[in-house]
C-alpha cells in the first residue's frame, strides 16, 4: 500500500511540474507572439507608407471622390460650371448618360477635307441635338454654349464633334442644311446663373403636376420636367395608355409658373432610359447609358435562344421584354443553322423518345421515353443520324447506348 501511495504522490509531482512547464512554455509564446503581431504591426505601417500602387503613379487622383451629385448631374456636369471654361473630360465621362468616346481623335483627316460646321449639344438626361457654328467660334468638347431654342435660348453643353459629329449625323439620318438651328456663343455668367435658377425649380414642379394631374382626374404619369436654359418654357415628359386631353392642365400650369407649356408623350422605354435605374444584371441601364437606338424585341427572340417564357424574368424595368435579349440573337440563329428541326420525336425499337431541351452551345439535345422521366442527352451529329434512318424505316436498338458512344466519342476528341 505504501508503495501505491508513493507511486501515486509521484506521478502527481510529474504532472504538476509538466503543467508548470507547458504554462511557463505558453507564457513564453504568448510573449512572443505579442511582440512579433507589434513588429508585423510596424512592418504593414511601413510597407503601407511605402507602398503605392502603379494606376496611383499615373493618375493620383485615381479612386479619390472629387464630385458631388448635384442638380446638373442629369445634364452632364457634377459641380457649377464656370463661365468660358470648360468642363473636364474625367467629370463628364464620371457622371454623363451617353459620354462620347471620341476614337478618331488621333487619326488625321486628310489636308483637302472640309471641316464639320456642326456640333452635338447634350442637354437633361438623353436629349441630343446637332447645332451650327458661326465663323470664327472655336468650341470645345465640355464648353457651355447658348443655343436657339423655340423660343428664345437653351443652355446645353457641347458633347461631340468633328469628323465624329459627322458620323453620327449620318447615323441619326440628319442633313447638314438650312434647318439646323444655330449656336449663338458660350453661355456667359449671367446664362448660367437663370440656367441654374431654373434647374431648380423643375424637381418641385413635378410633384406640383403630379398634384394637379390628380385634381383634373388624368389618366397620365409625369416622368420628368426638363426647364429651357433662359426659363421662358419647360417640357413635360409624360407616360399614358390611351390619349390625353389635358388642356386644363396646360392652362394651370401656365397660371401657377407663369411660363411656356409643352407636353411630350414618351413610350415605356423613353421612360426607363430617362430616370435610369440598374438592372437584374446588377448594372445601370443600357437605355440610359449608351443605348440610344430602341429596336423591336418579340418573344421569338427569347424561344430561339431557348429561354423559359417568364414574362417577370423576360421583362426589364419599363415592362417590356428586355433589350439585351437582342445582343446574342443573331449568335444563336447562326448556331441554330446546323442543328436538326427541333421538336422531332425520334422511335427506336424500345419505344419512342420525345424532345425535350436543348443545350446550343454544348450542341446536346435532351430526349425521353414515352413512359420514364429520364432524360438523355444526345449530340447533334447523333439526333441527325437517327431522324435520317426513321425516315428509312431503320430503327435503333435505344438511345442509351447511342448517349455512350456520343459521350466516349467526345472523350476521344
Known amino acids: 500500500m505504501e508503495e501505491k501511495e508513493l507511486q501515486n504522490t509521484e506521478e502527481e509531482v510529474t504532472a504538476i511540474s509538466e503543467e508548470t512547464k507547458y504554462s511557463n512554455a505558453a507564457n513564453r509564446i504568448s510573449v512572443a507572439s505579442r511582440k512579433m503581431l507589434e513588429n508585423e504591426d510596424k512592418e504593414e505601417v511601413v510597407l503601407l507608407e511605402q507602398f503605392t500602387h502603379p494606376y496611383f503613379d499615373e493618375d493620383p487622383d485615381m479612386g479619390k471622390i472629387k464630385y458631388t451629385s448635384g442638380p446638373l448631374l442629369s445634364r452632364g456636369c457634377c459641380g457649377v460650371p464656370e463661365s ?14 451617353f459620354n462620347v468616346n471620341n476614337w478618331i481623335e488621333s487619326i488625321k483627316s486628310p489636308s483637302n477635307a472640309v471641316e464639320c460646321n456642326v456640333v452635338e449639344v447634350r442637354f437633361k438626361n438623353s436629349r441630343k441635338d446637332f447645332f451650327r457654328l458661326p465663323e470664327g467660334l472655336e468650341i470645345c468638347v465640355g464648353d457651355v454654349v447658348a443655343v436657339e431654342g423655340t423660343p428664345g435660348h437653351d443652355i446645353g453643353i457641347v458633347s461631340l464633334k468633328g469628323e465624329l459629329c459627322r458620323i453620327q449625323m449620318r447615323k441619326k439620318n440628319v442633313e447638314n442644311g438650312d434647318n439646323i438651328k444655330k449656336l449663338y456663343r458660350r453661355a456667359r455668367v449671367t446664362d448660367i446663373e437663370k440656367w441654374l435658377q431654373s434647374v431648380e425649380k423643375e424637381d418641385g414642379m413635378i410633384f406640383e403636376t403630379r398634384r394637379l394631374a390628380n385634381t383634373f382626374d388624368l389618366k397620365m404619369k409625369v416622368n420628368d420636367v426638363e426647364y429651357q436654359g433662359d426659363g421662358t418654357k419647360a417640357i413635360f415628359y409624360y407616360t399614358a395608355d390611351d390619349r390625353v386631353d389635358f388642356r386644363q392642365l396646360i392652362k394651370a400650369l401656365a397660371e401657377e409658373f407663369h411660363i411656356r407649356i409643352e407636353m411630350k408623350q414618351i413610350g415605356a422605354r423613353q421612360e426607363a432610359g430617362r430616370l435610369g435605374g440598374i438592372g437584374t444584371c446588377g448594372r445601370e441601364l443600357c437605355c440610359s447609358t449608351w443605348l440610344n437606338s430602341f429596336h423591336s424585341v418579340s418573344t421569338s427572340v427569347a424561344k430561339t435562344q431557348q429561354l423559359f417564357p417568364n414574362p417577370q424574368k423576360l421583362a426589364g424595368q419599363c415592362g417590356k421584354l428586355k433589350c439585351c435579349l437582342n445582343y446574342e440573337y443573331d449568335v444563336y440563329v447562326d448556331a441554330l443553322k446546323s442543328f436538326p428541326e427541333l421538336g422531332v420525336a425520334l422511335e427506336t425499337k424500345k419505344g419512342k423518345a420525345i424532345y425535350h431541351k436543348v443545350d446550343v452551345f454544348k450542341r ?20 441527325k443520324r437517327i431522324i435520317q434512318d426513321n425516315k428509312r424505316n431503320i430503327l435503333p436498338d ?15 476528341k
Open 364 to 383: 446536346t439535345i435532351w430526349y425521353s421515353y414515352q413512359n420514364s422521366p429520364e432524360l438523355i442527352p444526345l449530340s447533334v451529329n447523333t439526333v
Open 84 to 97: 468660358y471654361k470648360p468642363i473636364n473630360k474625367k467629370e463628364l465621362d464620371s457622371c454623363s448618360k
Open 398 to 412: 435505344d438511345l442509351e447506348s447511342l448517349a455512350e458512344k456520343s459521350e466516349n466519342n467526345k472523350k476521344d
